[in-house]
């Protein structure tokens, strides 16, 4: 019972730690949108001219 | 040298704010300004939600509470999970559904008239205010104990900084910042309270368990059982759908985003309360017994941590009120656009626009000024909730399952919820032994009934 407590408080602990990191993800991905999100530097659709000319 | 790590702590902080408020960039359209063109993942409405009801009460006070009566404070926390639930599953959902609806008050107004919207766009706004000027006088403390500044300077700087990002981006930057701030004290207070338990705590689990049930025990022995219920009541109903909250419900992507990002809110408030409470009982061992319970954090944390993590837990402290804060301005801003200055003309939606922006400026500025005269922190948040849940919640929630809500059960139930709560918050606060919020309710319930047996149905609609 005792040791049950304790360890329910630190795996309350861990979880907020881990909500924390899943909002992060969220954040980035809102005011960074990934790479593939711009088309126009999409893998799958190159610019035509890259040279820069 | 104190000052100084707190100084560059406060500076990176404030560097990394600015880059999210511009990186959520500006809002261009009212939709955009009101409910984020209602394009919010789940992640963000969780993190948003999570970060606005965790403000000075849920940590400070939680702590606070930890200390002097144990596990007392989680089963009362409870109460607000349970509710956080119930609005998830309930009434959240069916906000979302509702066309053209930015605000709570849209809603009473589609279900009701265009009186009932204006009355509880009246009521909302005063209380966005209310709960704008508690948060104010809260970080206005937390920078006070920081650098010292005199009072006004500090309430200046907490109202300038907030409205600054909520003025352009609206709702989007309000919840981007959030989620910013949700991650910076998600983060230090669990990981304070892990380096506690490992490096400050000593008898392990039978040490915790003892002092926990001390603590508890104590709790129960000192608080009368109508105060409890009375806290129940107050966590239960007071702070159930606030403008800030409604703005997310209805801001969310879908219906089922609206859902799950209150439900886990209510789980997560859960295990939130745990941390807090668990911190509080550590520090039975580390701070002197004497304590006030709004200190208890800021001693434990200063007893045990270098002072770079004492600076950390400070800046965990300014986010944890501004978050709370740029929701409150931002509702307040959008209920006033839509719900009164709409109701008398018909903006279009650049002057929408620019009259929520200008709505932000004049409620922060309101709120800074009524922030100096507000007694105490905690005192302040339960008037607040007092007033509200009395006040719009028998309209709404009625308003949303029944068929043909009458707009007279509306009205009465609003005006009666605000003046009885008033009454007996503020003008006669001792003549009744339980809370405000208990008496409001049932007349407020009582006058719906009334209203509704009484009233016709708005044929208009």
Redesign the interface.
């Known amino acids: 019972m005792k040791v049950f407590i304790l360890v329910l408080v630190v795996i309350s602990a861990l979880t907020v730690i881990g909500s924390s990191v899943w909002v992060a993800a969220a954040l980035i991905h809102a005011i960074c949108p990934p790479h593939a999100a711009r088309p126009e530097l999409d893998a799958r659709n190159p610019p035509d001219d890259i040279s820069g000319s | 040298m104190d000052t100084v790590l707190s100084g560059a702590a406060i500076a990176v902080y404030v560097v990394l704010l600015v880059f ?1 408020a511009l ?2 960039r500006a809002a261009r359209e009212f939709e955009d300004f009101s409910v984020a063109k209602r394009e919010l ?1 789940l ?2 409405i ?2 948003s939600i ?1 970060a606005d009801y965790i403000g000075p009460g849920f940590s400070i006070g939680f702590v606070g509470r930890g200390f002097k009566s144990g596990f007392l404070f989680l089963a009362v926390g409870l109460a607000y999970a349970v509710q956080n639930i119930f609005v998830g599953l309930l009434v959240a959902p069916k906000l979302r559904q509702l066309k053209d609806c930015y605000t709570l008050g849209d809603a009473i107004g589609q279900k009701y008239d265009r009186k009932c919207q204006i009355l509880a766009g009246v009521i909302s706004v005063a209380l966005c205010t209310s709960f704008s000027a508690v948060m104010i006088s809260a970080g206005s403390v937390v920078l006070n104990d920081i650098f010292g500044l005199p009072r006004w300077l500090s309430v200046s700087v907490i109202a300038v900084v907030t409205a600054s990002y909520t003025t352009f981006g609206g709702l989007r930057a309000s919840v ?1 910042t959030d ?2 701030h ?2 910076l004290f ?2 230090l ?3 304070t ?2 380096y506690a ?1 490992l490096f400050h705590f000593q008898g ?3 040490s ?2 003892q002092q ?1 049930f001390a603590a508890t025990a104590d709790g129960f022995g000192s608080t009368p059982t109508i105060q409890i219920i009375g806290f129940v009541a107050a966590f239960l109903l007071g702070e159930t759908l606030i403008p800030p909250y409604a703005n997310l419900a209805l801001a969310s992507k879908t219906t089922k985003v609206s859902r799950n990002g209150f439900i886990l809110a209510g789980i ?1 408030s859960t ?2 309360f ?2 807090m409470v ?1 911190m509080g009982i550590v520090a039975r061992t580390v701070v002197a017994s004497d304590t006030k319970q709004d200190y208890v954090l800021l001693s434990f944390v200063g007893s045990i941590m270098p002072h770079a993590g004492y600076a950390l837990l400070l800046v965990a402290l300014v986010s944890i009120v501004l978050s709370s804060l740029d929701s409150l301005l931002n509702a307040g801003a959008v209920v006033f656009t839509q719900d009164i200055i709409r109701r008398f003309s018909m903006l279009p939606d650049a002057l929408a626009l620019k009259a929520g922006r200008y709505s932000t400026i004049i409620i922060a500025a309101v709120a800074a000024a009524a922030a100096v005269f507000v007694p105490s922190v905690i005192e302040g948040l339960l008037a607040c909730y007092s007033i509200w849940a009395p006040a719009i919640l028998p309209a709404l929630i009625f308003g949303l399952w029944l068929k043909a809500p009458r707009p007279l059960a509306g009205i009465l139930s609003m005006c009666t919820g605000t003046l009885v709560a008033v009454t007996f918050q503020f003008v006669l606060p001792t003549v009744i032994k339980v809370p405000a919020i208990i008496p409001a309710l049932g007349s407020a319930l009582l006058a719906y009934l009334f209203g509704h047996c009484l009233g016709k149905t708005n044929s208009g609609r």
């Open positions: 999210v990186r959520a993942p992640a963000l969780f993190g999570a981007v989620a910013f949700f991650v998600a983060l207070l669990p990981v309270l892990l338990l392990g689990a039978a915790f368990f926990a997560f295990l939130w745990t941390v668990a």
